[in-house]
């Protein structure tokens, strides 16, 4: 079977900022479209989640948030409160007053605070399978093994570049509660494609609880589980809640609660869909169009 070859390095950058060192990547040259990553995740993953908006035309700023790659976490910035202010403080580094923000899963506690603290800087919120109460990581022993070891990554990157097949497969069983049946059908879908394929391989090397993850996620597993009220029903911005009704790491009542507290909010629910399926499932490129006008119509 064909291998798939490593990902490139990141090409990233640091801020200085009151909340310390912020690493980011900044790509493309239109309108600023802050996106916030998930848990683990990194400024590598950010980037990679918005490679469709850049596509679109947008700039992309995809920070690494406090614990993960080369942001430091330090006292200053662990809460998620801190983490809110260090993005807006990242922006106003780079000489963005007014942004969209588009956050993932674990990026949506940070992402929702951001847009209660700093509403004249938000202009609007994508919130894709984000998380909005608190949360608890439930892993096997397995999961442990895999996730949290260096053997396990080292696992990990072998199966991504020698066993691509079963690597999507893998990572799509594992974020959604599909049938045999539709998750072999899902997995030759992606598979066939080049940009699924390549996007569900590089995000599963972003899964590893291993440095330079590993504080970042000790941090957001901390913080979550403890996860104080995120007042969205202050939030003034508008926001689309975008999840896949079959999500097993964050699920799909995330959305509901935040829709039934925020003031102006849509939410799109993606039938079969785990939790990567807005950049997966067949009906992917409608609901990245969707987000496209979105960001356009509330600029």
């Not at 848990?39 to 700023?61: E, K, T, W």
């Not at 995809?62 to 614990?67: H, I, L, V």
């Not at 430091?72 to 780079?94: G, K, V």
């Not at 951001?114 to 919130?127: E, F, G, M, Y």
Request: proline residues 6%.
């Amino acid at each position: 079977e064909k291998s798939v070859p490593k990902p490139s390095a990141i090409d990233s950058e640091l801020a200085d900022t009151e909340f310390g060192s912020i690493e980011y990547v900044d790509r493309g040259t239109g309108a600023p479209v802050l996106v916030v990553h998930g848990s683990p995740g990194g400024c590598d993953q950010g980037s990679l989640l918005g490679n469709f908006l850049v596509a679109a035309g947008f700039r992309v700023i995809a920070p690494s948030r406090p614990g993960y790659m080369r942001t430091a976490l330090t006292p200053a910035n662990a809460s998620i409160d801190a983490q809110a202010d260090a993005h807006a403080a990242l922006m106003t580094e780079l000489g963005i007053e007014r942004f969209a923000v588009v956050c993932w899963s674990g990026g949506g506690p940070s992402t929702y605070r951001l847009a209660v603290r700093h509403p004249n800087r938000v202009s609007t919120v994508v919130a894709i399978a984000a998380l909005s109460g608190p949360h608890v990581w439930n892993e096997s022993i397995d999961e442990k093994l895999v996730m949290h070891t260096r053997p396990g990554y080292w696992l990990l990157s072998a199966m991504a570049r020698w066993a691509p097949k079963q690597t999507v497969a893998g990572t799509l069983g594992a974020e959604g509660a599909l049938s045999k049946h539709d998750l072999k059908a899902l997995a030759a879908s992606v598979y066939s494609d080049e940009v699924k394929r390549a996007f569900v391989i590089a995000i599963s090397l972003m899964a590893s609880h291993t440095p330079p993850r590993k504080e970042g996620i000790g941090n957001d597993k901390r913080s979550y589980a403890a996860m104080p009220d995120l007042e969205l029903s202050h939030i003034q911005a508008p926001v689309l809640l975008i999840h896949g009704d079959v999500d097993t790491d964050v699920d799909i009542r995330n959305s509901e609660h935040a829709g039934a507290q925020l003031a102006n909010s849509t939410m799109v629910s993606m039938p079969g869909g785990g939790h990567i399926c807005f950049w997966t499932a067949p009906e992917s490129a409608d609901a990245q169009t969707k987000v496209i006008e979105f960001l356009g119509n509330n600029a």
